[in-house]
């Protein structure tokens, strides 16, 4: 099985541009084999100078929270590719992930 666990989740400014936010996260994936052993454990993240993030200022989040869920989406799928990624190249395991429903 393979598990996913949100390590850290927040609102960070663009270092370029102070009042800029974009939502950075942090995952750690385990993956275990049938009998519960841990096999793997690696790291997804993404940052606040993620360039596939539009992010906003406060009160435009504040005024939209669907562009920041929107925001906090991607952030988090960037990430669990990463993680992807990562577990795909585990010698004799193969780990398909995609965005739950």
Known sequence: SFKIEIDR?????????I?????????????????GKLLWIGKGFTSSVEPGIKGATLGQYEADPDMLRKDFETSVQTATKRLAAQANAVPKASVKVAAAD
């Open 9 to 17: 989740y927040a609102l960070a400014p663009v270092p370029t541009r």
């Open 19 to 35: 009042s800029l936010l974009r939502p950075p996260v942090s995952l750690t994936g385990r993956l275990f084999d049938n009998d």
